[in-house]
């Protein structure tokens, strides 16, 4: 008897941990990706120079492939430098579409580098210069070829340096209108050459500028709207952007996914209110993260999971490919901690107490009709009666807590 409990009950460990490594093995199914700027982030800084050679595109495409990534996004640059001719580019864009080829890796996203390159130092589309302004919109022009070339489907718009240190320096509402009329432009582009392209325009509150324009996804989510084509134009919220401004990144998500515009998503990580630190994904706010995932998978949203961070600087090459690894595995232990949370009772139960309906009264509060509005004069609420209950989410959240602490 003692035997085959003992049996038995290996059995069952044996077989969940099949089942829990085979969960946490990430696979092309899971649609993770990587920048190419992200595990080839070689260290540096502003107060310090790389401390990691430089990995080439077509290394970056076979690693993250056996890590079982679907894809890698890239800035024009990533690929090609600044400054190759045609001919080396083409050289570059075979050899890179046979690393793709060889390991089944995609390039869903690309973007233009339009921060590097000292001509930008005042901006791209925003930069007080004509000239800048305009070679920017070509440097997109031609970059969006690349993009669509490696079969990107989603473009992103990172303005790094749209910006300014001194406000003096622009005619503000300019701004507004030259960076309106670069998107215009570019989506005119699109559409003419009949690319199957959308765009997604990515929020950051500072850095590298002091300020720069539209500092967070609700900026960008109202821009949008003033847009020729507004349907082709969504947002790419990142995690640390939204958490430097001291916002909550959920809230931002939702809202940009409720207006059918979350396009893309940068995931990472970050402490609230510090310079852009890019950390591994999960590896600081435990708890955002978990809501963030279980957002993504209650809603089957159906993006890409994309991670826009870099290995610490202590790291050497093996610390690079432990940090993509790390980020993926978070993120599917989040998602089976997700499910966890969906199929807890006691969770569930404290929910459902508090997510009761009221279908006759959320019909006539849903539309204004005069037959509502004396329905709604007709009610004797008795808010003192309703204000008795608390809502019991000290329990919910140290439920959560405990859940996520591997407890439950
Ligand atoms: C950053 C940004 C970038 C962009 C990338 C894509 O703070 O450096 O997040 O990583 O996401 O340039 O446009
Ligand atoms: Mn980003
Ligand atoms: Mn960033």
Not at 104 to 116: G, R
Not at 168 to 195: C, H, M
Not at 267 to 272: E, G, P, R, S, V
Request: glycine share 8%.
């Amino acid at each position: 008897m003692f035997v085959l409990r003992c049996f038995g009950y290996l059995t069952v460990n044996y077989w969940e941990e099949i089942i829990m490594s085979n969960l946490l093995q990430p696979k092309p199914e899971d649609q993770f990706t990587f920048g190419l700027w992200t595990v080839g982030n070689p260290g540096r800084d502003p107060f310090g120079d790389q401390v990691r050679p430089i990995i080439k595109p077509t290394y970056s495409v076979q690693k993250l492939s056996q890590l079982g990534a679907y894809g890698v996004n890239l800035h024009d640059n990533d690929l090609v430098p600044f400054g190759s001719s045609a001919r080396e580019q083409d050289q570059i864009v075979k050899e890179f579409k046979q690393a793709l080829d060889d390991c089944n890796m995609k390039v869903p996203m690309a973007t233009t580098n339009l921060f590097f390159h000292p001509v930008f130092r005042d901006g791209a589309f925003t930069s007080n210069n004509p000239k800048v302004r305009a070679f920017a919109l070509q440097k997109t022009v031609r970059s969006i070829d690349l993009g669509v070339e490696l079969g990107a489907k989603i473009y992103v718009f990172w303005g790094g340096r749209e910006g300014a240190e001194v406000d003096a320096s622009k005619n503000g509402p300019d701004t507004v209108k030259w960076f309106r009329e670069s998107i215009n432009f570019l989506a005119e582009y699109v559409v003419d050459q009949g690319y199957d392209l959308k765009f997604a325009l990515e929020a950051k509150p500072n850095e590298p500028r002091a300020d720069i324009y539209m500092p967070t996804t609700g900026h960008m989510l109202h821009f949008i709207e003033t847009l020729d084509r507004p349907e082709m134009v969504g947002v790419n919220p990142e995690f640390a952007h939204e958490t430097m401004a001291g916002l909550n990144f959920l809230h931002g998500v939702i809202q940009a996914y409720e207006s059918g515009k979350l396009f893309h998503i940068d995931l990472n990580d970050q402490k609230m209110g510090r310079f852009d630190q890019d950390l591994r994904f999960g590896s600081e706010s435990i708890k955002a993260a978990f809501f963030l995932v279980k957002f993504l998978e209650d809603m089957q949203w159906p993006g890409m999971r994309h991670f826009d961070a870099h290995a610490y600087r202590t790291e050497d090459e093996q610390g690079v490919w432990d940090f993509a690894a790390g980020c993926m595995r978070t993120y599917l232990i989040l998602k089976d901690k997700a499910r966890q949370f969906n199929e807890d009772p006691e969770i569930q139960g404290l929910l459902s107490e508090n997510q009761q309906r009221d279908e006759s009264l959320e019909r006539i509060v849903a539309t204004y009709s005069n037959g509502n509005v004396e329905a709604l004069q007709a009610i004797d609420f008795q808010p003192d009666k309703i204000a008795e209950k608390g809502h019991s989410y000290e329990k919910l959240d140290q439920l959560t807590v405990e859940l996520l602490l591997g407890v439950r």
